[in-house]
Structures are given as C-alpha cells and as structure tokens.
C-alpha cells in the first residue's frame, strides 16, 4: 500500500473514529500519520486489513505480553494511572523500532476480528423484530464470528437509557447503549428463542487458547475500561455456551449450512463490521446467494459495510424481498439509530 494512502487512512482514523474515543490513538494515529518510517513498518499490513486498528492491536499485544518499555505508562490498560498522551510518540516510536521485527509478523499473520460485544445492543431489538415478523424460533448464521461473541446475543441482558431491562435478565453480561434515532425501539422483555446458531470465519479464535484470547483483548483500546470488562464477562459466557463455530469462507460455506437447518426456523444471516473486509465480488455473491435461498425459504439479512455504513435488514418471506435500513451505529455499540416506525 502506498505511503500516501496509508497516511489518509491514519488521518481518516484520528478524526472519525478516534476523536471523542481516545485521545492517546488520536494522537498516535496523527503522528504515524506523518512519519515516513511507522508508514513503512504499516505497508507489511496484509490487503483487506484495517490497518490502524491492525497496527496498533500489534502493539498493544507486545505490551501486554509483557514487552518491558516506558511506552506502557501511557496505557490504561497496564498501568493504573496513565500519562498525558502528549509527549507519547517518541516513546512509541521507539518501542516500534525496537520491536519492528514481531510487529511485523503480527501484522503479516494476524487479523482484526470482531471482538465488540456491545455491538449486540442494536442486534438485540433487530432480531425482536425479525421474530415478530415471523413468530418461529430464529437460526443464526454468523458470518466471521471470530471467537462467537455476538452470535450469543440472546445471552446477554441490556438498558437503553432507563431502568427497563431487556434480554435475559440472569446474565452477568448487561450492555447499555443509546439510542439517537427518530424512533422509539422495538424491544421483547425477554430474548427470541433461538434453536440453531453457527459461526463462519477465515480463522475462529477459540478462547481457551491464550494467544487468542490476548490477541482480541488487545483489539480493545487501551482506555475502554468498560469495553474491557464486558470482553471478560462475555469469554466467559462464550466458553460455556455451546456453539458451533466453523473455520472457513463463510460465503463459501453457507449453502451447504443452511441446508442443514430445520424448516421451521427463521434463518438469521448477519454480520458486523465484516464485509468492510470482503472484495467486491465477494460480496455480490454473498447478496445473490441470499437472494437464492430466499426463492426456497424466509431468510433475513442483518449487516453493515455492504453498500455503505448504515446497518440493514434485508429479507424474503413467500419469495417477496423487502429491504429496511435501520439507522447508523457506533463502531463499538456506545450508541446506534433506530430509524424504523413502528
């Protein structure tokens, strides 16, 4: 990748995903975003990769594997009281030259996956919505589920901004999250019963293994305290709940699944933040394929980053298609628009 597109990319990261978020990567993601050196240790990044998520996950892992360097004082995560950003970058450089050889392995065999487990607070009135729709338990078809964190959705409990809570309401997993849309939110007390659910990823990551476990953790960002702990809390729910994660390409694989699933079941397919990834002919034959399947059976579609950014919901019930965008979101849930009437 070019310098200067990657210097975009970094430019782009600061303003409209970092700011108001965390200062410290706002601050990194400017200052590698002008230095000839860090753009050239961020090229080794591999195609289809968002690098500054990528890049800075990298180094965060070596942090937390306990890489012993002054860089550590600026993150919250390793220390209980970090410094001012401000005066960060030389020290961050300076781990990066340092280390420059395991970041790049980092960056050339690893991958940002879904780790945001309050990503779920906007899945959750969706899915009371689809079964509304359609009055039958819903299968669940994830695709790049990473370790299967919202593919439990139904796990967890959540509050929109009042005392009511929704979900099951016996979950040590409780996700709050704002609403910013025009309308008011369609929600069930208590989660839609779900009979099927299977994860599809290039590589799972299964959270008993360390490494991987570590690897999603250092996704999160340094200062997210509360994204943190709802990572713990869910890892654990997510290593006693059964489900079926499968490794391979999930819109190569999915024909062949949702054969599988019985008939009298909804099939839920959805995704977050994924098909960013996706080249664009992968993602046309992932939309034909679903058009398929909805010819022979209902099938719902829940996802972003397909045309645009927005979430959407598509779906075939007899044959007919129907297609609703439900609003914008958060990259990490903390709010989303529910744009729908009711």
């Not at 892992?61 to 600026?74: A, M, P, S």
């Not at 992932?286 to 598509?314: A, C, S, T």
């Not at 007919?320 to 009437?341: A, K, V, Y």
Request: aromatic letters at 12%; glycine letters at 6%; one cysteine or more.
């Amino acid at each position: 990748m070019e310098k200067t597109t990657l210097s975009k990319r970094f430019k782009h990261f600061a303003v409209n995903e970092c700011r108001g978020s965390s200062q410290l990567y706002e601050h990194l993601s400017q200052c590698v975003s002008e230095d000839e050196e860090m753009l050239l240790l961020c090229a080794h990044a591999r195609e289809g990769q968002p690098v500054p998520n990528l890049f800075f996950g990298a180094v965060h892992y070596l942090l937390y594997k306990g890489k012993d360097h002054e860089l550590k004082c600026f993150y919250g995560s390793i220390v209980e009281s970090p410094e001012e950003e401000g005066g960060c970058f030389p020290y961050f450089k300076d781990f990066c030259q340092k280390y420059r050889n395991e970041i790049i392995s980092i960056m050339e065999n690893k991958s940002v996956q879904t780790n945001e487990v309050r990503r779920c607070s906007y899945l959750y009135p969706c899915f009371c919505l689809i079964y509304e729709k359609v009055k039958k338990p819903l299968a669940l078809i994830e695709i790049g589920t990473s370790a299967g964190f919202q593919l439990l959705w139904d796990q967890y409990s959540y509050s929109y901004g009042t005392a009511e809570v929704y979900g099951n309401h016996h979950s040590d997993v409780h996700i709050k999250a704002e609403n910013r849309g025009k309308h008011s939110l369609f929600l069930l007390p208590e989660s839609p019963p779900v009979t099927y659910r299977k994860g599809l990823d290039l590589h799972v990551n299964n959270l008993n293994d360390n490494e991987n476990y570590l690897w999603l953790k250092s996704l999160i960002w340094p200062n997210h305290y509360e994204r943190r702990k709802l990572f713990e809390r869910a890892a654990q729910e997510v290593t006693t709940t059964p489900s079926d994660l499968i490794e391979g390409d999930g819109v190569a694989l999915l024909s062949g699944v949702v054969k599988e699933i019985p008939q009298d079941t909804a099939i839920c397919i959805f995704h977050t933040h994924v098909a960013n990834q996706m080249p664009h002919h992968t993602k046309r034959e992932l939309l034909k394929k679903i058009e398929g399947i909805g010819q022979e059976r209902e099938v719902f579609h829940l996802y972003n980053n397909i045309h645009d950014g927005d979430l959407h919901l598509d779906y075939f019930i007899n044959g007919e298609e129907s297609n609703l965008t439900i609003g914008n979101t958060d990259g990490h849930g903390r709010w989303f628009s529910w744009n729908l009437q009711r």
